[in-house]
């Protein structure tokens, strides 16, 4: 949507919705009717959401990640003694990691979102394939330490080869057969292999990615919170505007969570199965933490929304979010809504009890429960699409402009 021509604002000034739409600092009194204990403005809200949102996720990635390094290496270490190595703690340390990348994917801006999301993707490049047989390929390639004649450098490698796609296979998967039809190249002699000596070239590939990703990151963190000007003081000091636009447009990962994680794998769209129930299209199915995804998904979007964090839990007064702003522009009805179907996609949530891919194979009670959660999921895209980008002038993102469904 294009902002509002300023020859609307003029005739119709006395509306805060068209303050905020002409580019000025939306300022509402104390009360209880907007639950504020001070004036509230853009600003407020704009270093609410940096400092005590999005900063906090970032630096529980970091640290996952590089617990989830550590973790790795010395299971590769021990391998090297013992074939016979449990893989419970490299498994969880990805977990972790991919919980705190699912919320910090709810919040993706400059530079994760630059040149058509190339560092996102660098990181988690779903729903690209990533093909097993691809990862397979490089595990071989990184041990013989070549391609084609070349130094073997993952930073030249395709981005369904590595990072998070790629390590949750290498950790999940209990095959230790390569995966390709046909054997060739670095991996000819593969499946002939001792599994010891599978597991250690698995395992050092998996450290090599789980670095590599841990060093794509700090790209990030150097983008957001180094150098002479920080992308976070950007935000928080340059055009109010062009933040609240830049913060407001990342709530609508939740079309991408509707149509890509639930849409495509259900058969509303195409997908590998031809528009039916597809599991071939569901999102982690190796390590089956689909709907963990989801739950992640979730919680980090309610804390964009309405800016509480776990020390601001129920603290209505000092967690400023979208839903403040809402409310002080005179459409609390927008974020009452939002609120309530975000809930009750939450509760539907707490209620399946069976993973994504036996849902879609069986078709039943479960299956129906992953429609409600499109559904739920709908209608506050639909709210988004809608009164949310009218009352606060925020821009329809390229990447839901199209999308009428």
Known sequence: MKTIQNNKCIGLFVSLFLLASCGESVESQAGSEYGLTS???????INHLTDKVIKPRHLAFLDSVEHQVETITNYCQTLADTDNMDKTQVQQAFKNSLANWQQIEVMQMQILSADTNALRSQIYSWPDSTTSCGVDQDVA??????????PYNIKNRLNNRKGLDALE???FTENLNH?????????TGWNELNSQTRKIQ????AALVSQDILDTFKQVENHWYQGQTPYIETLKQGDVREAINTLGQALFYVDFLKDNKLGVPLGYFSNQCGNAPCPNDIESQYSQLSLTNIQHNLIAFKALFTGETEQLSGDNENALGFD?????VGDSETSDTILARLAQAQQVLESINADFATALTNQGDEFIKYQTLHAEFKAITDQLKTHFITSLAVELPDSSAGDND
């Open 39 to 45: 004036n509230f403005t853009e600003s407020e809200l």
């Open 141 to 150: 390639f990184y041990a013989s330490g070549s391609v084609n004649g070349q």
């Open 169 to 171: 296979y290498l950790l």
């Open 179 to 187: 995966s390709c039809k046909v054997e060739s190249g670095a991996l």
């Open 202 to 205: 698995r395992c050092e590939y």
């Open 324 to 328: 403040d702003y809402l409310a002080a």
